[in-house]
Structure formats: structure tokens, C-alpha cells
């Protein structure tokens, strides 16, 4: 089901986790605390949204690691309802997308709920006190997909090159000290797989 993030009061704390990493290492909000800027981005291995942008994701996460932002990537999907974003899927995934950040597993999916996050991909900037500065899309690219269109949502614009336009705005702004560009343009994505009892009332 195509969804859209959706808008995250400003200013929130970035909620904690401790999760595994591709190779079984416990890694932990914390330990990024020196990063003048945290971009944690909720992905998984077979959405075509995600797909469509993701070497560009890498690209740009390589780029802006020595201005100073952290890029956690986390995937939270169902792996009974998605087995291709189980834990061992995600190794050779990060491998064959160029990763230099972290791709963890929210196997329980308490940290995709601490987050409110909704669709992947979906993105949480936050500044060097980790307050949310900025929830919403790589750019207006997207992918072309066969679906009908949905009421309510725009249209997507699948005729756009992958630039990273709006985030390299929002953590340019944050790495300068400056308020994110207005508006926050909302990602588009497919919907995070819920666990049975699982799915929030707001996703």
C-alpha cells in the first residue's frame, strides 16, 4: 500500500535503540552522539521506492559523512509477510548498495513505533542535541509503478533524476545552524509491514 510520512512535531528527542547491526553487533543511539547531524532513515530490501533512490541514499551518506551527518538505516518490515527483508537478506544488500552506515534490524519493531515512522523509506534528521529538524522526503523523485492512482495523495513524479534535493537542503541547513527550508514535503513509500496486533491506529 503506497503511503505518505507524515508530519512529526518538530523538536522531538530522537527516541533510543539498541539494535543489531548486519554483522550481529549491538549498536545504540548513543554512540553517535559527536555527529553534529543523525539521519535515520526506516528502508527495506524490496520496496521500489527505496529501491529506486537507494544508491543515491549511499552516494549522498558517503558525501556528507565528513561535513559531519551519521546515516543510521533501519528495517523494521514483517519478514514473514517479506522474508527478502529478513536479517540475512540485509548483509548482501548494504553490501551491493555501497553502504559506509549502519543497516540495523528492528526484528520486535518497538523502535519503527518509538519513531512513528510509516512508510519506507522514511526520514528523521535531527540536529546535535538530536531534536527533530526535519521529517520528510530524499527529493520528488519516484519510482514508476503500476497502481491506480490514490485518493488524496499526488500524483508521483517519475519523470525527476534521484538528486537528494530537499534532504541535502534540510541537513545542509542543520549542519549550518539554520532552521530546515520550508515546507517539509512528506516521503512516499510503501507502507511498513506490520506484525498481526502490531499496526498503529496512525499508519
Known amino acids: 500500500m503506497l ?9 522531538k528527542r530522537a527516541p533510543a535503540f539498541s539494535l543489531s547491526d548486519t554483522e550481529g553487533r549491538i549498536r545504540t543511539l548513543s554512540e553517535f552522539d559527536d555527529a553534529p547531524a543523525l539521519l ?44 527478502e527483508d529478513g536479517f540475512k537478506h540485509m548483509g548482501p544488500f548494504a553490501s551491493a548498495h555501497g553502504f559506509t552506515f549502519p543497516y ?59 538528486t537528494g534535493e530537499d534532504m541535502r537542503a534540510a541537513v545542509d541547513a542543520v549542519l549550518a545552524g539554520r532552521a530546515v527550508p520550508e515546507p517539509q514535503r512528506p516521503s512516499a513509500g510503501c507502507s511498513i509491514k506490520w506484525k498481526e496486533g502490531m499496526n498503529p491506529s496512525w499508519a
Not at 56 to 71: D, I, M, N, P, T
Not at 131 to 156: C, E, H, M, W
Open 40 to 83: 535515520v532513515a526506516f528502508i527495506c530490501n524490496h520496496c521500489p521506492f527505496v529501491l529506486h533512490i537507494i544508491d543515491e541514499l549511499s552516494a549522498f551518506a558517503r558525501e556528507y559523512a565528513s561535513k559531519g551527518l551519521q546515516v543510521v538505516a533501519i528495517s523494521s518490515n514483517d519478514t514473514a509477510e517479506f522474508p
Open 104 to 162: 540495523l534490524y528492528d526484528g520486535d519493531q518497538q523502535v519503527a513505533l518509538a519513531y512513528n515512522a510509516i512508510c519506507t523509506p522514511d526520514f528523521f534528521l535531527y540536529g546535535p542535541d538530536r531534536t527533530l529538524a526535519y521529517a520528510g522526503q530524499f527529493d520528488a523523485s519516484r519510482p514508476k509503478i503500476n497502481r491506480p492512482p490514490v485518493p488524496g495523495l499526488a500524483p508521483l513524479r517519475t519523470d525527476l533524476p534521484v
Open 3 to 11: 503511503r505518505e510520512s507524515r508530519r512529526v512535531d518538530g523538536g
